[in-house]
């Protein structure tokens, strides 16, 4: 089955900054992968989603980029701002599979 | 428009007792997941649904029963509930028949003794 490793566990970096969070993944014929955000005791909500038919998606002040080739994506957040606090998590998963895996999550915090 | 909810938020077993969580979604979405999340492991999908009548496994089944009762709600079954089981317990549901654009519910936190 597929495995989705994320790196880093935790990021701290101050408010403005930019931040990067980087998953691999083992199967080659994986094709859709969100990232979802959750904040401290709420439920996880996607920020983003990517297809393996695109290598870039931006939304505002967030971003994915993939590297089939690599079998990585990375989630980007520029401009960041204290409300970007939370834990992200990137998935990975084939089209029509249900058997979606997740990233063990990243704690990102910003600090004013 | 609820969305996505779970009952209960809260809950506190011994070892061997049993208990459903229940979950209900009112955004006519065709697949229900139910997924627990661990430090450090992200979430792992434990049952879904993927059209009302149809249930399967998914990464980490060994101990939990679901029943898909309509199209709006998906309940999990812990038949004898064991310490193992301690986690926190999201349902999900998405519109179409595979797991993308999962909207969650707020969650149940399930604690063995």
């Known amino acids: 089955g597929e495995n989705v490793e994320q790196h880093p566990s935790t990021l701290s970096v101050q408010e403005g900054d930019s931040a990067v969070i980087k998953c691999t993944y083992s199967d080659s014929a994986s094709n859709y992968f969100p990232w979802y955000k959750q904040e401290l005791g709420k439920r996880p909500q996607l920020i983003i989603d990517?297809?393996?038919?695109?290598g870039e998606k931006k939304d505002q002040r967030i971003a994915v980029t993939l590297n089939k080739t690599a079998k990585h994506f990375s989630l980007h957040i520029t401009e960041t701002q204290p409300e970007d606090s939370a834990v992200y998590f990137c998935?990975?998963?084939?089209?029509?599979?249900?058997?979606?895996?997740f990233g063990a999550g990243t704690r990102l915090t910003v600090k004013p | 428009n609820a969305g996505v909810t779970q009952t209960p938020k809260f809950q506190v077993l011994k070892t061997g007792q049993s208990m459903t969580l229940q979950c209900a979604q009112d955004?006519?979405?065709?697949?229900m997941y139910w997924y627990r999340q661990d430090p450090g492991m992200g979430l792992r999908l434990i049952y879904y649904?993927?059209?009302?009548?149809?249930?399967d496994k998914g990464e980490v089944p060994n101990g939990y029963n679901v029943s898909r009762l309509n199209k709006r709600e998906f309940s999990l079954r812990l038949e004898s509930a064991a310490p193992s089981q301690t986690s926190v317990y999201f349902c999900?549901?998405?519109?179409?028949?595979?797991?993308?654009?999962?909207?969650f519910g707020s969650g149940t936190q399930l604690s063995v003794l």
């Open positions: 649904s993927a059209s009302e009548g149809t249930t």
């Open positions: 990517i297809r393996s038919n695109v």
């Open positions: 998935a990975a998963s084939r089209s029509a599979n249900n058997d979606m895996r």
């Open positions: 955004m006519n979405h065709n697949s």
């Open positions: 999900a549901s998405s519109v179409g028949r595979s797991n993308e654009k999962l909207f």
